[in-house]
């Protein structure tokens, strides 16, 4: 009977595990090997500096966001500040409506006390009239100084940049005032001192009188800012010329600051050939004057223009029957 073998310790089955346990490892070790490991360094080092970079861009910010917060709280406070002075200011423009409403119902109490002096003195010179007769000498036909017997009247008005700036508003109030010492005339007109005229489709007639005529001459002069050449003689020449009627009264109103023209007496002259004397001995038509003083807040030696109108509208006034006004201030 044969022997048996007797059993090996190591079995090929037990070497067959271990190979495939060493190949395995071997197979990981070739696998973990492609990753390079410097390639996560380099990754670490780039994440590192991008969190820095943000960093400084977060205290950036932070600073930017202070200076804003800070310059927002200056704004604040400097609106707080405008507020104040808004309400100031509002109060001031409250004070002065309030008073300027005192001051209009003044001046709307005086114009009417001045229009029914001067409707009360036409009734009386028509009472005189017929008491005394068409002959009579008049001798109370004035106010202010200025002859008021005339039924139409001529206003040539400076419309140069001077008056216009400086004087307006004034040279309104003084044409109101005027026409309001002539309650009633049969005829207006309104010129420039170049002889153009307010309203061209009235150019050589007369405006007929009417209260919403007179209000709207007022509201058209406001903005009336025709070219100028600081002289009137064209427009009183034209008016003159154009206006005279030996059946009618006729008055002329120069409102102006300065004369720009060469000669005072060649002035005088033409203005005494146009306006020659009737047989009465009386002139054609009255010239008035009224001198606003715009000229006079200029240093002396830029006065002369003023002194000069000054001069030729005393003479003008005083040989055609009329009188000159010179008023001390230009503001209403």
């Known amino acids: 009977m044969p022997r048996r073998r007797p059993t090996p310790e190591i ?6 595990v271990i190979c495939c346990g060493f190949g395995a490892v071997i197979l990981l070790l070739m696998i973990t090997k492609t990753v390079e490991p410097q390639v996560l360094e380099e990754s670490t080092v780039v994440a590192e ?7 400084e861009q977060l205290f950036d910010i932070r600073g930017e966001t202070t200076i804003l917060n800070r310059d927002l709280a200056a704004k604040r406070e400097q609106l707080s500040d405008f507020d ?34 001067a409707i009360a003195r036409q009734e009386l010179s028509e009472e005189e009239e017929r008491l005394l007769g ?26 140069s940049g001077s008056m216009f700036s400086y004087a307006w508003q004034r040279m309104l109030n003084e044409m109101e005032a005027t026409l309001n010492i002539y309650p009633n005339v049969k005829g207006i007109q309104v ?19 009417t209260p919403a005529r007179r209000q709207l001459i007022l509201r058209n002069l406001a903005n009336w800012n025709a070219f100028s050449n600081s002289s009137p003689v064209e ?16 008055s002329i109103y120069v409102f102006g600051d300065e004369f720009t ?18 047989g009465t001995g009386e002139r054609r038509v009255r010239i008035h004057a009224v001198g606003f003083p715009v000229q006079f807040i200029r240093p ?28 001390n201030d230009f503001r209403p």
Not at 11 to 16: C, E, I, N
Not at 101 to 113: G, M, P
Not at 140 to 159: C, M, R
Not at 261 to 277: F, H, M, P, Q
């Open 191 to 209: 010129m420039n001192d170049m002889g153009n005229y307010l309203f061209s489709r009235y150019a050589g007639q007369w405006i007929p009188d």
């Open 235 to 250: 427009g009183i020449t034209q008016a003159v010329r154009s206006f005279y009627d030996n059946d009618k009264k006729i």
């Open 300 to 327: 002396p030696q830029l006065q002369d223009t003023g002194i000069r109108f000054a001069t030729l509208m005393r003479e003008l006034t005083h040989r055609n029957g009329g009188t000159f006004v010179g008023l």
């Open 261 to 278: 023209g060469r000669s005072i007496e060649e002035v005088v002259l033409t203005v005494d050939r146009l306006n020659a004397e009737a």
């Open 84 to 117: 104040t002075q808004i309400a100031i200011l509002q109060g001031s423009l409250a004070a002065s409506k309030s008073r300027f409403d005192s001051l209009q119902t003044t001046r709307n109490s005086n114009s009417i006390v001045a229009e029914q002096l």
């Open 49 to 55: 500096g991008r969190v820095a970079e943000l960093t």
């Open 11 to 16: 079995s090929l089955s037990f070497l067959d």
């Open 134 to 159: 068409r002959d009579a000498e008049k001798k109370n036909q004035l106010i202010g100084g200025i002859p008021v017997d005339s039924e139409y009247i001529i206003f040539i008005i400076d419309t």
